[in-house]
């Protein structure tokens, strides 16, 4: 089945600073998402970017589909920012995801 | 509130109980996904059903899960037995067409 690894596992910021979090696919995948989990545990919708590159306020995410990578951006880190961010893909029909180990995110004040 | 909804939010449970979850989709989406998730892991799939049909199960569901969906609306799952290796997060997420997930806030399961 396919594999999907996130980099770095751990990142600790300066309030203010920007961010890479990495996502690779073992396999190609039609379907692809950014979460950011809460501390409550919820996951909350990022992006949906199975291609291409899409901006809301200070994220931003680009999936380059033929290398089989996702990149998520965040610029001016704030403390809120902090928690679990997760990427998932999947393939067509039953769109189920496969999700990675997460990258855990704490900015500082 | 138009998002998905789980109850109970927390369970306690003794070994070798029975326990069941809910989760209700946002209206009119006709996937639910169940997914797990253990301490300092991804969530891993479980099952889904197309509105009241479950098509696809995890070789994680053991014969003691069992998930449910009477009439495409809500979904339940049920743990029976349940084993301190159950104690995780249960998460459900719906999908309207495809392939956007959309989560709910889960529930915690502590097996004593």
């Known amino acids: 089945g396919i594999q999907v690894e996130q980099s770095p596992p751990d990142l600790i910021l300066q309030e203010g600073a920007n961010s890479t979090l990495r996502c690779n696919f073992s396999d190609s995948v039609n379907n692809l998402q950014w979460f950011h989990q809460n501390p409550w545990g919820q996951l909350i919708n990022l992006f949906y970017?199975?291609?291409g590159t899409k901006q809301n306020g200070r994220l931003s995410a680009t999936t380059v589909a033929t290398e089989r990578y996702s990149l998520l951006y965040i610029s001016s880190s704030q403390t809120t920012d902090s928690g679990v961010y997760f990427c998932a893909g999947g393939t067509s029909g039953t769109y189920k995801y496969i999700f990675g180990t997460g990258t855990r995110l704490k900015v500082l004040a | 509130d138009t998002g998905v909804s789980q109850n109970p939010r927390h369970k306690i449970t003794k070994r070798g109980q029975n326990v069941t979850f809910r989760c209700d989709p946002i209206?009119?989406?006709?996937?639910l996904y169940w997914y797990r998730q253990t301490l300092g892991q991804g969530p891993e799939f479980l099952t889904y059903f197309q509105n009241e049909a479950q098509l696809e199960k995890s070789r994680l569901l053991s014969d003691r899960f069992s998930a449910e969906r009477p009439k495409g609306s809500f979904s339940t799952l049920e743990i029976q037995r349940t084993e301190q290796g159950d104690s995780a997060m249960y998460l459900c997420?719906?999908?309207?067409?495809?392939?956007?997930?959309?989560f709910g806030p889960g529930t915690r399961l502590t097996v004593l």
């Open positions: 209206s009119e989406h006709n996937r």
């Open positions: 997420a719906s999908v309207i067409g495809g392939p956007e997930q959309f």
């Open positions: 970017i199975p291609s």
